[in-house]
């Protein structure tokens, strides 16, 4: 069975940090990306990694925020530094598996106050 579970949302005030984590079981993937999804708005890609390629940031998310992958633990992190408001979203971690199929976890909130 295939899980990704995430956890590290919260409340922050802005230009605050926060860690993000999503650890995946049950299966074998080299691409994970973290999307988000802010009130009323479309979700977006964040941060995508896929082995043995650069990882790439969406645009708001260039020089706060890191992905990390600990192949070893199957876990990948997001680290999200200088927070601001328009950050406030439901947090998806996502994973491609060898076979193209994706998954997703069931998101974490995290809300930046001003």
């Known amino acids: 069975q295939v899980q990704l579970v995430e956890s590290g949302g919260g409340l922050v005030q802005a230009g605050g940090s926060l860690r993000l984590s999503c650890v995946v079981t049950?299966?074998?993937?080299?691409?994970v990306a973290w999307y988000r999804q802010p009130p009323g708005q479309q979700r977006e890609m964040v941060a995508l990694s896929t082995t043995g390629a650069r990882t790439r940031y969406g645009v708001s998310a260039k020089g706060r925020f890191t992905l990390a992958r600990d192949n070893g633990e199957n876990m990948v992190s997001l680290r999200m530094d200088n927070l601001n408001p328009e950050d406030t979203a439901v947090y998806y971690c996502k994973v491609i598996s060898e076979h193209g199929r994706e998954y997703w976890g069931q998101g974490t909130q995290v809300t930046v106050s001003s």
């Open positions: 049950g299966v074998t993937f080299r691409t």
